[in-house]
C-alpha cells in the first residue's frame, strides 16, 4: 500500500502553511523562510523500511521508520517528538505528540499529485505536491 507514494515530489502549492507553523509554535523568521521554501520530498521503501527525505535550498531532513511503530523523531524545527506512522483509508498517517500537543500530517495520492494534510487544534493547512517526471 505503501507503493503509492514512493517516488520525488515537488511542492507546487501551500495554503495556510503560515498560520500551522505558527500554531506549532514556529518562530517569525524561522516561518517566513518556510513560506519561502519550495521542498522536494522523496519517499522510498526498502523491506519494511520507509524513508522520507525532505530537501530545500534551505534545509533537508531524512526519517526512516517502520509502518505501525513508534519511533523518536527530531523535526525541521527542531521539536523532539514521538511520532507514529500509519496506513488508514489508503492514506500515509503520520501523528507527531509532545509536550501535551499533537499534529498529524497525511499524504494522500491521487494520481499523480499528493496532497499532505496538516492539522494541529482547529488549523489546518494543505500542501500540494506534483510527481517529477
Same mark, same amino acid.
Not at 524513508?51 to 530537501?55: E, F, G, H, L, Y
Given at each position: 500500500m505503501v507503493d503509492a507514494?514512493?517516488? *520525488?515530489?515537488n511542492l507546487k502549492e501551500s495554503e495556510n502553511f503560515d498560520d500551522y507553523m505558527k500554531e506549532l509554535g514556529v518562530g517569525f523568521a524561522t516561518r517566513k523562510v518556510g513560506n519561502l521554501t519550495k521542498p *522536494? *520530498? &522523496? &519517499?522510498s521503501v526498502d523491506g519494511d523500511m520507509v !524513508?522520507?527525505? !525532505?530537501?530545500s535550498t534551505i534545509k533537508n531532513t531524512e526519517l526512516?521508520?517502520?509502518?505501525?511503530?513508534e519511533f523518536?523523531? *527530531?523535526t525541521a524545527d527542531d521539536?523532539?517528538?514521538k511520532s507514529l506512522v500509519t496506513i488508514k483509508?489508503?492514506?500515509l498517517v503520520h501523528v507527531q505528540k509532545w509536550d501535551d500537543k499533537e499534529t498529524t500530517l497525511v499524504r494522500e495520492v491521487v494520481e499523480n499529485k499528493l496532497t499532505l494534510t496538516l492539522t494541529i487544534?482547529?488549523?489546518i493547512s494543505k500542501r500540494h505536491y506534483e510527481k517529477a517526471q
Open positions: 507514494f514512493v517516488g *520525488t515530489w *522536494t *520530498t &522523496i &519517499i !524513508t522520507v527525505k !525532505t530537501q526512516s521508520f517502520k509502518l505501525g511503530e523518536d523523531e *527530531t521539536r523532539k517528538v483509508d489508503g492514506k487544534g482547529n488549523v
